[in-house]
């Protein structure tokens, strides 16, 4: 019994216990304080014990929060009567932000009123201080007149917008047709990148952001197309033949198509800042192959590999310093906007068709063996060798959603498309390239485009390209 009774006494007695029973209200106290105050401090007593010690102990209230809603104020007094409890939360839980900005909280008396008491809670005065400006400035009704009327400042806006719509409606009627015809254009392209948005493989909420920024790139990583007029020692025949060598290794290792691609594009660049001798030309179209290889493959081939498919010209160490030589020259910058990206873009508004993707990847590796496309961003080619392709298989006319997704019109097309139908006319002088893409695996496209060539190169070819095209190879 003792236990029990110093734990009652100890609950009493601890100021700090938020859990704790509430202190005892005497019959004098309880009448001398106000109803609207004690209403509140009734429904948050834990909150109140806080705030009064800690305003005991500071000698300053700690600023906090006004409430929103203070319509307890006209409560009647059965609230307090029926609580039971001290309401000291008339100093804190209900202060206004007036009170928290001046600081001063006027301490309740007993003689002071219900009135006054509330009064004072909500707007303390402090004789010593003096308010901050507009601190207790309570707004007029003229204050809300002009605070319900439209502010003048919108007026202007109101008045410039009317001016924007007359002038909408005075324009000619030209303008409103073209803006009909760009609408029309709008219309008839598909949105293709909705029915992907579950798959996040796809990136559709990106894919438009991803493109755009390759497009950038592809300018920046473009070589100098006439990067043959300081190297004395080679010619654009040389590099044909080097690349021919190339396209061999890389089926002969079953690399991904990519791996070619950044092959051929780092020895142009390289060749573009280096003047190379003829007898190191092989090596830096081993070394780009190596590279490339690391770069795009999962499971690059080995550098030994690569010395013996040249036939052990190079040793693997001077294949490695080539490595270090050729990624400082070039400042190590691999981003190198694929053309197969953009294929793959094209291919989707094609409806993935099997075989003019196939004839696609034909043409654009003409690219790499001819070096008049080399002005050309990858982008522009992927277009051209899918609106050859379509052409060859007949597969419709090249419209607004394939130009929408190429990023190229007919028109823009046309100089590539007729560098390609050139090739494909002419004798074959590239062996393994040819050999590649005549297997069934390519669906024989490279017999299949040249032999669509022979009959209707005339209809898309100039002369002046094939006499260019000769006296650049000789």
Known sequence: MPQARSLRTRGTMNENDENGPSARVTRAKAAALSTDVSAAGAKKTLQTKRTTSTTASNGSQRPRAALGDVS??????????????????????????????????QKLSRTNSSRTATRTALQPRDSNKKPAPNAHKRPSLKDNALQADEPPRKK???????RNIEKIVEEPPVKEAEISVKDALNDAVQDLDTEDLDDPLMAAEYVVEIFEYLKDLEIITLPNPDY??????????????????????????????????????????FLSAEVVALDRLQLVGVTAMFI???????????????????DETFSDKEILDAERHVLATLEYNMSFPNPMNFLRR???????????????????????????????????????????????????????????????????????????V?????????????????????LKASILTRQWAKKYHHLYVDSSEQSSYAKDEQ
């Open 72 to 105: 307890n104020v006209n409560k009647t007094d059965g609230a307090e009567m029926k609580a039971g409890k001290k309401p000291v939360a008339a100093k804190a839980g209900l202060t206004s932000k007036a009170t928290v900005q001046t600081g001063g909280v």
């Open 228 to 269: 043959i007029d300081h190297q004395p020692d080679l010619e654009w025949k040389m590099r044909g033949i080097l690349v021919d060598w190339l396209i061999e290794v890389h089926t002969r290792f079953r690399l991904l198509p990519e791996t070619l691609f950044l092959a051929v594009n780092i020895i142009d660049r």
């Open 156 to 162: 202007p806006e109101l008045e410039r917008k009317t």
């Open 292 to 310: 490339a290889s690391k770069y795009e493959e999962v499971l690059s081939p080995h550098v030994a590999n690569f010395s013996h498919v040249a």
């Open 346 to 420: 094209i291919s989707k508004a094609d409806n993935y068709d099997i075989q003019t993707r196939t004839l696609g990847k034909y043409l654009m590796e003409i690219s790499l063996l001819d070096h008049r496309f080399m002005g050309f961003p990858q982008s522009h080619i992927s277009a051209a060798a899918m609106y050859l392709a379509r052409l060859i298989l007949e597969r419709g006319p090249w419209d607004a959603t394939l130009a929408h997704y190429s990023g190229y019109t007919e028109e823009e097309i046309d100089p590539v498309f007729q560098l390609m």
């Open 422 to 442: 050139d090739y494909l006319h002419r004798p074959v002088s590239h062996e393994a390239f040819f050999k590649k893409y005549a297997s069934k695996k390519f």
